[in-house]
Nanobody
Framework: VQLQASGGGLVQTGGSLRLSCVAP????????MAWYRQAPGKQRELVAA???????EYAPSVKGRFTIARDQTKNTMYLQMNSLKLEDTAIYYC?????????WGQGTLVTVSS
């Protein structure tokens, strides 16, 4: 199963980016989808997750700045990132999980500069 993440890039502090993750329809319709990130020298951490019913959950560090969404018609998950901070710099990975089975995307790099 391939998850295709895109949308990363270089942005200044306070700026915005939108990440996208496309999944096969068979995965997207049943799986909880999420974004994780891994900064240099740090462990991978959960950023935000969204259920098949569209209920979101956020890490405290991004709540109020990031918005996760999923479009069932496009089999695509999004992460709208606003008010970006230096500490948001990381590789962002999309994730799909269901009943003990999980899949990872290849990651997209987000770099926030001052």
């Amino acid at each position: 199963v391939q998850l295709q993440a895109s949308g990363g890039g270089l942005v200044q502090t306070g700026g915005s980016l939108r990440l996208s993750c496309v999944a096969p329809g068979s995965v997207f319709s049943r799986y909880i989808m999420a974004w994780y990130r891994q900064a240099p020298g740090k462990q991978r951490e959960l950023v935000a997750a969204i259920t098949t019913g569209g209920i979101p959950e956020y890490a405290p560090s991004v709540k109020g700045r990031f918005t996760i969404a999923r479009d069932q018609t496009k089999n695509t998950m999004y992460l709208q990132m606003n008010s970006l901070k230096l500490e948001d710099t990381a590789i962002y990975y999309c994730y799909a999980g269901y009943s003990g089975t999980f899949h990872w995307g290849q990651g997209t790099l987000v770099t926030v500069s001052s």
